[in-house]
């Protein structure tokens, strides 16, 4: 608890093994750091292998409780976009503007326009 994985620039990556519910959390003293000096917080979700990206600053529905004697933040994972979904769903957009320019490129073809 409370342990950055990776610092970089504007970036604080840290790792949790699992949700509770939609509801993730963070230590109080990572929470401030990122607030503090406007860095972003990508959380890695070991239980679904997944990166999930906030923006402490902009989070204005959060809770804070103690457990284990130490201060945590805890806030809704659909306050985050899915990094790993981010990637697939530009994968899924390109393949579908392969194809459909494909498709253009051989309607225009079938009516003449390039000869």
């Not at 990572?30 to 972003?40: C, L, N, Q, T, Y």
């Given at each position: 608890m409370g342990k950055i994985g990776y610092e970089?620039?504007?970036l604080i990556l840290v790792a949790k093994r699992s949700l509770n519910g939609d509801v993730v959390s963070v230590h109080r003293t990572i929470w401030d750091k990122a607030i503090g000096e406007r860095k972003v917080l990508v959380l890695y979700m070991a239980e679904g292998g997944h990166f999930y990206r906030f923006e402490p600053g902009k989070i204005k529905d959060f809770v804070e409780n103690e457990r284990?004697?130490?201060?945590?933040?805890?806030?809704s994972i659909w306050e985050g976009k899915?990094?790993?979904?981010?990637?697939?769903?530009?994968?899924?957009?390109?393949?579908?503007?392969?194809?459909?320019?494909d498709e253009f490129m051989k309607e225009?073809?079938?009516?003449?326009?390039?000869?």
């Amino acid at each position: 608890m409370g342990k950055i994985g990776y610092e970089f620039r504007n970036l604080i990556l840290v790792a949790k093994r699992s949700l509770n519910g939609d509801v993730v959390s963070v230590h109080r003293t990572i929470w401030d750091k990122a607030i503090g000096e406007r860095k972003v917080l990508v959380l890695y979700m070991a239980e679904g292998g997944h990166f999930y990206r906030f923006e402490p600053g902009k989070i204005k529905d959060f809770v804070e409780n103690e457990r284990g004697g130490q201060k945590m933040v805890n806030f809704s994972i659909w306050e985050g976009k899915n990094l790993m979904k981010l990637k697939a769903q530009k994968v899924k957009e390109d393949i579908v503007v392969d194809k459909n320019s494909d498709e253009f490129m051989k309607e225009l073809f079938r009516q003449g326009v390039f000869g």
